[in-house]
């Protein structure tokens, strides 16, 4: 009797650990899912947040996709353009502007388009010349004066890009009326998921301000990265895009602006008039036959 008694209470005390320690791995599971629930969330969360940011840039205004692979390594003598300082400084010589190795093309223009290059261009034009670009397209034609002066490396890039054909037979791909913007200058896909000539240039200069934004301008398209123009450009075809100047809005003033319409105004009215504001697709094909640069 005895030793019925003893073994009942070891298979008792055996049960109840055996109780205990289910009981606590059951915990333990309970603890392990909360924990991956939590992580799981926050992951999500964070992924709606950086989502909803990368949204906004991209409906802000015009954007620019650099692609796998290509470079965001700022350039020696630029600077963040977040900070409102000053970038490359021309001409009093104190900044020497940051031009690349490829060699000029030449004045006349080339015999076929370029349109992949391994770096930047050497420089090719006087600061102190003026330089206009005429953009033939296929609904009209716009002159523009470039700001050799005040944007060198800008225009240097621009004019080098022109003569090389760079520009020929491309699409004026986005078009969103509300905003004023028409964007082009993507010869691969004809979007702003262009790879871009292989290269990047700095920011050049201050930031622009609402006052630089009007009906006419010509600037350059980038990322919200600091000097990540490379290729793509847009006009402002009326006063609604001034608010790309408003230090308030994401990457306020950070499209650099180097050029004014001087004729064809009113072909970027009827141009702007052909897109729309959900995507930018416009209602019918718009081109830019050419664009030629002239120096005097």
């Not at 055996?14 to 320690?21: M, Q, S, Y």
């Amino acid at each position: 009797m005895g030793t019925d008694k003893r073994e009942r209470k070891k298979a008792n005390r055996a049960a109840r650990l055996a109780a205990e320690a289910a009981a606590e791995a059951r915990k333990k599971r309970i603890r392990t899912i909360r924990n991956v629930v939590i992580f799981v969330a926050f992951i999500l969360v964070l992924l709606f947040v950086l989502g909803c940011s990368s949204d906004e840039q991209a409906d802000g205004g015009p954007g620019e996709t650099v692609a796998p692979g290509s470079s965001t390594t700022q350039p020696t003598g630029s600077t963040d353009p977040t900070t409102g300082d000053d970038g490359p400084q021309v001409p009093d010589g104190s900044t020497p502007p940051d031009y690349g190795t490829t060699p000029c093309p030449p004045a006349e223009g080339t015999d076929e388009p370029v349109i992949d290059f391994t770096d930047s261009f050497q420089q090719c034009i006087d600061p102190a010349k003026t330089y206009t670009a005429t953009f033939e397209t296929t609904h009209g034609t716009v002159v523009v004066e470039l700001d050799a002066a005040g944007l060198p490396i800008t225009t240097n890039n621009f004019v080098a890009l022109a003569r090389s054909g760079y520009y020929d037979g491309t699409d004026l791909f986005r078009v969103v009326t509300s905003m004023g913007i028409i964007q082009g200058g993507s010869p691969h896909t004809q979007s702003n998921t262009d790879p871009g000539p292989g290269y990047t240039i700095p920011d050049e200069g201050p930031l622009a301000t609402t006052d630089d934004y009007g009906a006419g301008t010509l600037a350059m398209a980038r990322t919200p990265a600091p000097d990540s123009a490379s290729a793509q450009f847009f006009f402002l075809g009326s006063e609604d895009g001034r608010y790309l100047g408003d230090p308030n809005q994401p990457g306020g003033g950070t499209y650099r602006v180097f050029g004014k319409t001087v004729e064809g105004l009113d072909v970027l009215e009827r141009i702007l008039a052909l897109g729309n504001d959900s995507d930018g697709a416009t209602s019918e094909q718009i081109t830019v036959e050419s664009v030629t640069i002239t120096e005097s």
